[in-house]
C-alpha cells in the first residue's frame, strides 16, 4: 500500500510540475466517446476550449493515468462519487460541490462541464440516464450555492468512460461518478 500511495504522490508531483510548465494539446474529452450532452448554453466558451488539468484524488488516482483533465483546487478532488443507483449528494458530494461554487464564484469567466458516469451494472439507455441525473445534481448544487446556469454543461457518458476497469464493488464505486471539468 506505502509503495502504491508513493507511486501515486510521484505520478501527482510530476504531473502538477508538467501542467504549470506547459499546455497540452486541446482535447475537448468527448472524440472518440459516446456522449449525451444533456444541457448547457451555447456560445459559453466549452464547445471549443480544451480541458487540461490532473486528478489528484487517491480514489482516482488510476484514472489519473488514463485522463489528465482534472484540476485539484485547493486539494480537493473535483470528483463527486455516488451511491449504487442513487444520483442524490451525500455530505462528502456536498462539500466538494460547495468547494467548486467558492472556487467558480472567484472566477467569473471560468465554466465548468459535469459529466456523469455510471459503472458498468444495468442497461446503456439506463445508465445515460442515471449519469444525466447525477450529473443535474452537482448542477443544481452549484446553482444553489450562486453559480448561473449558462456557465454549466451537463454531460452524460453513462458507463462508456469508466474510471476502473474492474468487475468487483471497489471498481464501481470509482465508476460512479460525476466529473468536474473546467476550459483552458
Keep these: 500500500m506505502n509503495n502504491q500511495l508513493a507511486r501515486i504522490l510521484l505520478v501527482s508531483a510530476v504531473s502538477v510540475l508538467l501542467a504549470a510548465c ?15 450532452i444533456v444541457d448547457g448554453m451555447g ?11 490532473i486528478d489528484l484524488n487517491t480514489l482516482g488516482a488510476m484514472a489519473a493515468l488514463e485522463d489528465d483533465k482534472n484540476y485539484a483546487v485547493g486539494g480537493v478532488q473535483p470528483t463527486v462519487y455516488f ?5 442524490g449528494l451525500d455530505d462528502k ?22 459529466e456523469g458516469h455510471c459503472d458498468e451494472r444495468g442497461s446503456s439507455e439506463y445508465n445515460m440516464a442515471l449519469g444525466e441525473r447525477r450529473a443535474k445534481a452537482v448542477r443544481d448544487a452549484l446553482i444553489v450555492s450562486g453559480i448561473s446556469a449558462s456557465r454549466i454543461k451537463v454531460v452524460s457518458f453513462g458507463e462508456e468512460k469508466p474510471a476502473a476497469e474492474g468487475r468487483d464493488e471497489s471498481s464501481w464505486a470509482l465508476n460512479r461518478r460525476v466529473e468536474l471539468k473546467f476550459p483552458q
Design 22 to 36: 506547459s499546455d497540452p494539446p486541446a482535447d475537448d474529452g468527448l472524440n472518440g466517446n459516446k456522449a449525451t
Design 43 to 53: 456560445g459559453n466558451g466549452m464547445s471549443n476550449g480544451g480541458l487540461k488539468g
Design 83 to 87: 451511491a449504487y443507483d442513487g444520483f
Design 93 to 114: 458530494g456536498q462539500a466538494v460541490a460547495s468547494h467548486y461554487a467558492r472556487y467558480l464564484a472567484s472566477k467569473p469567466m471560468i465554466n465548468v462541464a459535469l
